[in-house]
Structure formats: structure tokens, C-alpha cells
């Protein structure tokens, strides 16, 4: 059945997941699960629940990020196509600041990465064009662009080995406001 998965810490980040589902597969294609409420959501605090979804469409080259605050749990993945996840940790007092991890999310593995507050969120489109999705968890409001905090894609003190050295940026992805 294509509705379970394996959740799984990260050895490098305390505190982020990865979620891969089993994926079934037969001669019309595939199917599987990517968010079951009471697997995923009792990783979240005692209370915090997912609030809505967001998708964003990128084509080839597009690198978004790295941004993030300091109360959004994000439940992210790649629905269509191949990205080069990243996720960095910003919490200043952990002894993995600035610690970066990876992951290829793409059609052969379908895998979601739960990222706690204060981490750093970006990915790489590496296919011709790449549906990215997102599930927010917050207390009160969300905070948008403004309130969120933002790292310059290429910031030397994180020091990311991306799959390209000239993406296509936004304006706010190549300045550092750190």
C-alpha cells in the first residue's frame, strides 16, 4: 500500500526529518503518500498544526533562497521534477550553526524534509522545470518576506557546494541581510 513512509532524524541537523514514502508503482505509473496527519504532525510541538500549503514553480537553473524565521515549521518537497534541496542551520546557539545539509528530491524518491524554526530553507532547480510544496505549521500570524531572515546564497561562512556557480536569483536571494 502507498500510504506508509519512513521518518528518520537527521544525522547532521538535529531536529529536521526526512520523510520517504513507499512509493507503488505498476504499469499506469505511481503512487504515494506525503503527509498523514498523525505520523507527521506529532513532530511538531504540542499544539502546532499545519495552517496552509504554498507551491512555486521554477524552471531550470532557479535557485530560491535561503530564507527563513524563527517560528514556521515547513514540510517541503519537489511534486514534479529534480531540485537540490538545502537546509542550514540558523540557530546561533546550536553547535551545528550554519551547518548545512542536502538532498535530490525527484521522481524516484518523492522524499519530504520537515524543517523546525530558525533554519535556513533553499533549493537548486535542476530539471527543466520543478514544482516545489510547502506545508507552513505556525502560532499566530505568518510572517512573510519582511519578516523573515535571509542568508546570500553564496555567503562564505555557509559555504554550500551548489550544483551551478551562476544561478538565476531574485533580487533578495543575492544579498546577505546577515
Avoid at 506525503?34 to 502546532?48: A, Y
Avoid at 523546525?116 to 506545508?135: F, L
Avoid at 546570500?152 to 551548489?162: G, L, S, T, Y
Wanted: hydrophobic share 35%.
Amino acid at each position: 500500500m502507498a500510504i506508509e513512509f519512513n521518518i528518520e532524524e537527521s544525522k547532521k541537523i538535529k531536529g529536521v526529518y526526512i520523510i520517504t514514502p513507499n512509493i507503488s508503482t505498476d504499469l499506469r505509473g505511481n503512487i504515494w503518500t506525503s503527509f498523514l496527519k498523525d505520523e507527521i504532525e506529532k513532530l511538531l510541538p504540542k499544539g502546532l498544526y499545519f495552517k496552509h500549503d504554498k507551491f512555486s514553480k521554477s524552471c531550470q537553473n532557479v535557485l530560491r533562497g535561503i530564507h527563513g524565521d524563527y517560528k514556521s515549521w515547513k514540510y517541503v518537497t519537489c511534486v514534479y521534477g529534480d531540485i537540490f534541496q538545502v537546509v542550514v542551520d540558523c540557530r546561533k546557539n546550536s553547535s551545528t550553526y550554519l551547518k548545512w545539509e542536502s538532498f535530490d528530491i525527484n521522481k524516484d524518491n518523492q522524499r519530504m524534509i520537515l524543517i523546525p524554526p530558525n533554519m535556513g530553507n533553499a533549493y537548486y532547480a535542476k530539471s527543466k522545470e520543478v514544482i516545489y510544496h510547502y506545508k507552513l505549521a505556525y502560532d499566530g500570524e505568518y510572517l512573510d518576506a519582511k519578516e523573515q531572515f535571509t542568508f546570500a546564497w553564496n555567503d562564505d561562512k555557509i559555504n554550500i557546494n551548489w550544483p551551478t556557480n551562476n544561478p538565476i536569483l531574485s533580487d533578495r536571494d543575492m544579498l546577505s541581510e546577515n
